[in-house]
């Protein structure tokens, strides 16, 4: 098994997340998100990001490695009566079930830098971008061995 998915499918991160339920909401609320907008929560982990986005209107996918996190977010958005907000498995470094130009904004809240492959999530982020969408991911992983730079000078973020 993939030593990265096995290492977060041991423990139960939703006993941590369930401190951070309401710095997530503050922290979506400042995404600009409206009704309608498709975005990606990549390493969403249970949803503490992915349901406030969903409840803003947005239409959400999260993707997490966790088989366990992916089934807590899918009963947690279930529970909360978001219909428009799912989770399904996956590893952010190779998304080959989600296709180009798909995402208006694709976040990754302390998620996708737990990849061993950075520049592989990069790039597939941006792949799954479509024209003019926004990536957003906080500052530690951009510096990840040199993502900063694939973020900033490759895909023009600021
Ligand atoms: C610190 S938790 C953060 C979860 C969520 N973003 C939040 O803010 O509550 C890190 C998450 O990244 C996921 N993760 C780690 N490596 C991953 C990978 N290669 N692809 C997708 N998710 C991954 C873990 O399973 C875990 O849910």
């Known amino acids: 098994m993939n030593p990265n998915k096995a290492l977060w499918e ?14 997530g909401e503050a922290l979506v609320k400042s995404l600009g998100i409206t009704k309608g907008l498709k975005v990606l929560d990549l390493g969403c982990g249970d949803g503490t990001m992915a349901l406030p986005e969903a409840k803003l209107g947005a239409d959400v996918l999260g993707v997490d490695i966790a088989k366990n996190l ?13 219909t428009n907000c799912k989770f399904q498995e996956g590893d952010a470094s190779n998304l080959h079930e989600l296709k180009d130009q ?3 904004l694709v976040v990754s809240i302390f998620g996708a830098m737990f ?14 971008t479509r024209p003019g969408g926004l990536r957003r991911m906080p500052r530690p992983m951009r510096m990840q061995a040199g993502v900063h730079r ?7 973020l600021a």
């Open 10 to 23: 041991k423990g139960d991160f939703t006993r941590i997340a369930e401190s951070m339920r309401e710095s």
């Open 150 to 156: 694939t973020f900033n000078v490759r895909y023009g």
């Open 115 to 128: 990849a061993p492959k950075p520049f592989d999530v990069a790039n597939e982020m941006a792949r799954v």
């Open 102 to 104: 798909t995402f208006d």
């Open 70 to 82: 992916v089934e807590a977010g899918n009963k947690r958005a279930q529970e909360h009566g978001l």
